[in-house]
């Protein structure tokens, strides 16, 4: 394992029957038995804005590190992935939708998949005291290389705008929606003011990558603690830009 892992989670909990988009989901046994296999092989995680620092050469390169992230803001990351990270003491980043606090994540309907309440920003507010990073994951979830470069400004400029009103702190980071981005959108990420973007091309993240376009390893339903190892240790070349298992939503 050289780099920084940055796993790419989505919703934790209980779930039956995940036969698509298996990358948004994770049980939360296998979960447990994740943080687990990180702290039993004494693997550094660390938050994404010490990984970023790390990356630009700010602060110096861990040996290896593990960054979590779980896009979309899902209330179940509250109830199920929260208590365990603390309990394990590893910090985490949440992408929040701006426009979408408090909502649904209605955009998985179209897969037809149930629709799970979005945190509202009692709930941010109150991740954020607890040590979770929170950054966006645009204003309306949608795909960023369909758009103009004035509109992919917009949806980065305006949710960070938003939630930084929102949780009266600097939002550092950005994740682009279903992992859609072109260099327009990096271009717009760093305008914006971001640290980083991460993408859902899959490998670890090394120095000399573009901070706006940070690769990451999905976790996979299907992913136990040996799927888990094996990611975890899963050389850095995002190279080919092959997507990681499972389409995300
Ligand atoms: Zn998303």
Known sequence: MSGISIFMYHQVGTFRDIRTHRASYCDVGRFRAQMNTLRRLRVPVISMSDAALALS???PMPRRAAVLTFDDGCRNF?????PILEEFGFPSIVYAIAGMVGGTADWLADAGHATPPLMNWDELRDLQQRGVEIGSHSLHHIRLAELSPVGQLAEMA????LLEDGLGRE???MCYPYGSYNSDSMRAAARAGYMTGV????????PGFDP???PRKAISYGDDRFGFMWKLFMKDAPKSGKIASGKPL
């Not at 509250?78 to 929260?82: D, K, P």
């Not at 305006?158 to 705008?161: Q, V």
């Not at 993408?199 to 670890?204: F, L, M, P, Q």
């Open 171 to 173: 939002v550092r980071h």
């Open 158 to 161: 305006d949710s960070k705008a």
């Open 78 to 82: 509250r109830e199920n992935a929260l």
């Open 212 to 214: 706006m376009a940070l």
């Open 199 to 206: 993408t859902c091309v899959r490998g670890a993240a090394s």
């Open 57 to 59: 050469g700010q602060a």
